[in-house]
């Protein structure tokens, strides 16, 4: 079955800060635990810890991780594009070029992009190019983070067998019947 977040799926389509600032009044909206990988969509909201961030997607061709330039959220080569909406990277805007070794974002001193928050993992979440689509993973591909990595259900998404859905700050695990 689909689900997501109907009461913040407006505010979304007019202004991204609006929908997180709803998010955070309303206890946490509705978001969907990332497990083992998740296809990225052109434009989602990740929670890691307490920090929400957006992500933009694009399938070009370049390399690398740079922080972009003048704080702009734009990409047309194929890179994604984070953009934090609170915490210690408030407005910091990275971007993630297409390589086969993607990015991890963590407190680890070792992460492509360093998050320095208590309530972040050392490997939080990996974003990598897998048969020319973006994916993002909890932690890294070996290791989930303690945390957990969630999707933020401002469109519609298929919920499987075993997923766990936080609804404000009540965690649902999923056991389909059939």
Request: with cysteine.
């Amino acid at each position: 079955f689909f689900l997501n977040d109907t009461a913040t799926t407006e505010i979304y389509t007019e202004q991204i800060v609006g929908s997180v600032r709803c998010v955070q009044e309303t206890g946490g909206g509705s978001l969907l635990q990332i497990c083992n990988e998740w296809q990225l969509v052109n434009e989602c909201i990740i929670k890691i810890g307490e920090i929400y961030m957006f992500v933009r997607g694009n399938q070009d061709t370049q390399k690398g991780v740079d922080e972009s330039e003048e704080g702009k959220d734009t990409n047309t080569d194929g890179s994604v594009s984070i953009k934090f909406l609170n915490g210690p990277n408030f407005e910091g805007v990275y971007k993630v070029q297409r390589s086969n070794s993607g990015a991890i974002l963590g407190k680890s001193s070792k992460c492509s992009i360093v998050i320095n928050s208590e309530s972040i993992s050392n490997a939080q979440c990996s974003f990598y190019l897998k048969n020319e689509k973006w994916y993002i993973c909890d932690g890294t591909k070996s290791q989930p983070s303690q945390n957990g990595t969630w999707l933020f259900l401002q469109k519609p998404q298929e919920i499987k067998d075993q997923h766990q859905i936080l609804v404000g700050s009540t965690i649902f695990n999923v056991n389909m019947m059939l």
